[in-house]
């Protein structure tokens, strides 16, 4: 019997926030793999309802050991999510980040060995480090970034453009800005919602509170990259911002109010200039003129955004 699935799409990191919510968009049409290893705060509690279709798989493994890709079969397309996600824990811990660059490796000598031709990769703003000028444009250089994280995004980056230019691959590599939203297994609304549940009385924020930066809803991320990837007929690197910023302090007053919180003493954590860790970069704004000449329009803006998630975080956690 003919498969009657569109295509049989691969999602590494498929459990974790960005990927179970772009699972739920793509199952009723399509066969899906995830591999995971469940290291997210949630486990497998996102993908949980998926598990008894006959178009949905688990692979519980890590994708940075060798081997992990052994028992996969040839897709249409892989999504390369897998990743630690959390910028801060690279002072502490930069190993992290170099094991990840062997996920993408793992990911790259699975494409060419099964002769997949199309690839996603959820990159990241802080490729960029902190540019001189912005918003900042796709092709503006040099790229410094300021955490391991960061240059664990710009290593795969390049990795996949090479592996792209050698093999025949076409990869849609998109610089994401801050992402938000139901299934958020980390990240500073759910930080602020998890705080002010223990003590309602007070929250204390990471940095000095104006970290200034893009927040795009998971809904407007996931329908960005889907579209974008049909749309490029090579590799490219896009960023996927919004319009406007939304500051740290202006995300706490909104946890504070979606709460029913009248006074909450907001206390600083202490950091010399003002940032939320080591490597944490304080203000980004990205040029996103290349997906919108390519089509594409977030439906919710930066605060926008971040008052959806906040609701959707609350209806979930409550
Ligand atoms: N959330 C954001 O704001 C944001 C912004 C820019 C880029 N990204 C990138 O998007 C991707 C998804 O992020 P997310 O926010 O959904 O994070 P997440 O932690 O919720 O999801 C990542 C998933 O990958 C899994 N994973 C981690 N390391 C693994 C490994 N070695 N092997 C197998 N599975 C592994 C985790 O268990 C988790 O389910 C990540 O690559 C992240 O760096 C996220």
Redesign the pocket.
């Known amino acids: 019997m003919e498969n009657a699935y569109k295509k049989s799409i691969i999602v ?2 498929g ?5 179970s919510n772009l699972i739920e968009t793509l199952i009723e049409e399509n066969e899906i793999i995830v ?6 705060s949630a486990g497998d509690k996102f993908i949980k309802g998926f598990e008894k279709r006959d178009n949905f798989k688990l692979i519980t ?4 050991k060798a081997g992990a890709f052994d028992s996969i079969g040839k897709a249409d397309l892989v999504i390369h ?5 959390e910028v801060s824990k690279g002072y502490e811990n930069p190993d992290i980040s170099f094991n ?1 660059i062997n ?1 993408t490796k793992n990911v790259l000598k699975f494409l060419k060995e099964k002769e997949i031709k199309n690839m996603i990769f ?3 703003s802080v490729v960029y480090g902190e540019p001189e000028s912005m918003p900042i444009k796709e092709n503006q250089g040099p790229y410094k970034p300021i955490s391991a994280y960061g240059a664990y995004k710009l290593a795969s980056e390049g990795m996949i453009t090479s592996y792209s230019h050698y093999y025949g691959i076409k990869a849609g590599i998109f610089r ?1 800005a ?2 938000v939203g139901k299934n958020q ?3 500073v609304i759910l930080d602020f919602i998890n705080k002010l549940k223990i003590n309602p009385k007070e929250l204390t924020i990471l940095g000095d509170g104006t970290q200034n930066k893009s927040y795009i809803h998971v809904s407007d991320c996931i329908s960005a990259i889907m579209y974008l990837n049909e749309k490029i007929d090579k590799t490219e690197i896009i960023n996927l911002g919004n319009i406007g910023t939304t500051s740290v302090l202006k995300i706490a007053d909104t946890v504070k109010g979606k709460m029913g919180l009248k006074e909450v003493n907001y206390k600083m954590s202490d950091s010399k200039d003002g940032r939320g860790w080591k490597g944490d970069v304080k203000k980004i704004e990205l040029d996103t003129s290349k997906a919108e000449n390519l089509g594409w329009k977030n439906k919710y803006d930066s605060d926008e955004a971040v008052e959806k998630a906040v609701i959707e975080i609350l209806t979930q956690t409550s």
């Open positions: 590494t990191g459990a974790g926030f960005i990927g591999i995971d290893d469940l290291s997210n493994n890590d994708i940075n999510f897998a990743a630690n996600p990840d996920g959820a990159s990241s994401f801050n992402v297994t980390h990240g």
